[in-house]
């Protein structure tokens, strides 16, 4: 499929080096928008939502924020605020910047372990963007639901 000149723009933005030192595409060689379909797929499969996710993210975000530095009980979860080094924009251009900063959540019960950082909630909850394979900060998003247990979603098959 040819990509449109918009998304190609898009993609130039998310390689390596640009807005990211690591990008967000990973060795990913599909156009942006057909990562963001492909996925928005799998999600209408599980029938859990980019933006549930994302909130879901986001509460367990502002729950190790309450103890910076130290792990904080956030219900099923334990989080923990990593590093903060300022601020990164949006690829999508849409103004929206987000604390560079890492958040790391381990569910206390099966001892799994996420981390993602501010962005990476923004570009799923926003742009359905999970990002590229390959990148480091990808999520896949059944293993994402899994791990958040929302609703629709397999508990026990993913890593
Ligand atoms: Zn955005």
Redesign the pocket.
Known sequence: MKENPKDALLRVDMEAGRLIKDGFLGEDRRPVSDIISQDLDTLAGLQVSHVELGRAMRRLTRGGMDAIGEEADVGDYLVKMEEYMGWLG???K?G?RAAKRNTWVKDKASGKEMRWTDLTI??IE??AFFQGRGSAFRLEPEALAAFLKLPGAETTDFE
């Open positions: 949006c690829p999508f849409d929206r923004h570009l926003a742009h």
